[in-house]
Structure formats: structure tokens, C-alpha cells
């Protein structure tokens, strides 16, 4: 067994709640804690908090290569709401697994100015682009009702891969003279902190962005690799 393999093993018992060397009994009770914690976000009765998110995270695990914890998680989370699951498993297909709002807007804001010309017809909208990045502890953070995600710039196409708080553009990287941070304008503070806890407990994101020069303002943003905008 690696050192490697070792360490991941740890960060996942520890992030479970489990203990190592504790009796099977007592690892069962605390693996039904956490199907419970499960059920009640994604059955809507209480808000995620950080470890819920990362508990989400393990469920999206291919089973075929899982872990022994994310097998455990995904059989009591089934067993004790089956159909909060299935309904989670929709709207995760659907690339959001977070109702709207949880990080955008049902309708979201106008990010290419306001206000009318004096003279002449409307400017064109400018270009929206997706930009994909890896979450990672730390990479996002709240100032005031905008979510600003700081990320590290790839220098290949996020196509081919992405490490943790890494971003790049879906067809190629991010040149040293664009913005290396995201603004996400939000509905309201209680927004902004939600998504900060999911950003930082990792997956892969997708945001469909406008160069403003100094940062990428977001119009969109989803979890997962959707091709188009939601």
C-alpha cells in the first residue's frame, strides 16, 4: 500500500466521520448520521453546509471505482429516501443539482450595462464564453451578494483535464493577460454563501462568462460539463 493511497484513505475516513479502529457497529451509526444529513438537503428540509456538499461529491462517484465509504453512503442514502434520490438524480442530469437560486439567479442579471444610448441603436451584447474550473478548498469567496472565485490559469484546454483550483477556457487555456477571477452576482448574501461552500468542496463547474478587461463577470453558472448555457 503507497503513502499515496494511505493519505486518501485517511481524508476520506475523516471526512465521512469515521474512526479509524472503532468497533462496525459504531461506524454503521455514524454512516446512518450521514445518510440522514444526506436526505434532509437533498429532500429540501435543511440547507447544506460543507460536509453535506462533500458527501453529495462522494455520491457522484462512478461505483464501479468508488470507495468502500461512498458505497456505504450510497446504500443508506437509497435505502432511507429513495425518492428524494431519484429527484436529486434528475436535477443533477439536468447539470444543477441546486434549486434556482442556490447560485444564480432564476433570472440572471444583465452583466453588459444598463441604461440607453442618447443616440443610435443598442449596443450588441457582448460575447458570453464558458469557462471550466476544478473547485477546491479556498478557491471561492463572498463580497457582499457577489461571489468571486480566484482560480489558478491552466494553460491547456479544460477538455484536457483541470487540477484543483484550476480554470481554463473549454477549448483552449487561459492566456497570462485575462482576468484570473471570477465575479458571480447573486440574488442575496444567504446565495453567495452557498455557493462558496460547494465551489470549495470541489467538482467541476461551468461558467458562462464576459471579458470585462479586469475580471470575467458571470451571467450563468452549473455544476458539472453541460455543452450549453442553462
Given amino acids: 500500500m503507497t503513502n499515496r493511497f494511505i493519505a486518501v484513505a485517511c481524508a476520506i475516513a475523516l471526512c465521512f466521520g469515521l474512526t479509524l479502529g472503532a468497533s462496525p457497529r459504531a461506524n454503521a ?65 439536468a447539470q444543477n443539482p441546486f434549486a434556482n437560486g442556490a447560485l444564480v439567479k432564476g433570472s440572471p442579471t444583465n452583466l453588459t450595462g444598463s441604461g440607453t444610448p442618447l ?65 458571480v452576482p447573486l440574488a442575496n448574501a444567504g446565495d453567495v454563501g452557498r455557493g462558496v461552500a460547494a465551489i470549495n468542496a470541489g467538482g467541476l463547474w461551468t461558467f458562462w462568462v464576459v471579458n470585462t478587461g479586469t475580471s470575467l463577470r458571470a451571467t450563468a453558472v452549473a455544476k458539472g460539463t453541460p455543452s450549453q448555457k442553462p
Fill in 119 to 183: 443616440t443610435g441603436p443598442s449596443p450588441s451584447p457582448a460575447p458570453q464564453y464558458p469557462i471550466r474550473c476544478r473547485g477546491a478548498q479556498g478557491m471561492a469567496k463572498a463580497s457582499g451578494t457577489t461571489l468571486v472565485v480566484t482560480f489558478a490559469k491552466s494553460a491547456r484546454a479544460a477538455t484536457q483535464g483541470l487540477q484543483a483550483g484550476q480554470c481554463a477556457w473549454v477549448d483552449r487555456g487561459v492566456r497570462a493577460s485575462e482576468p484570473s477571477h471570477i465575479d
Fill in 29 to 93: 451509526q455514524t454512516a446512518a448520521a450521514a445518510a440522514a444529513k444526506v436526505c434532509a438537503v437533498i429532500s429540501g428540509q435543511e440547507k447544506a453546509d460543507s460536509r453535506t456538499l462533500q458527501y453529495l461529491l462522494m455520491l457522484d462517484e462512478d461505483m464501479a471505482d468508488a470507495n468502500p465509504v461512498a458505497i456505504a453512503l450510497y446504500r443508506d442514502v437509497v435505502q432511507s429516501c429513495p425518492k428524494a434520490y431519484v429527484a436529486y438524480e434528475q436535477r443533477l442530469r
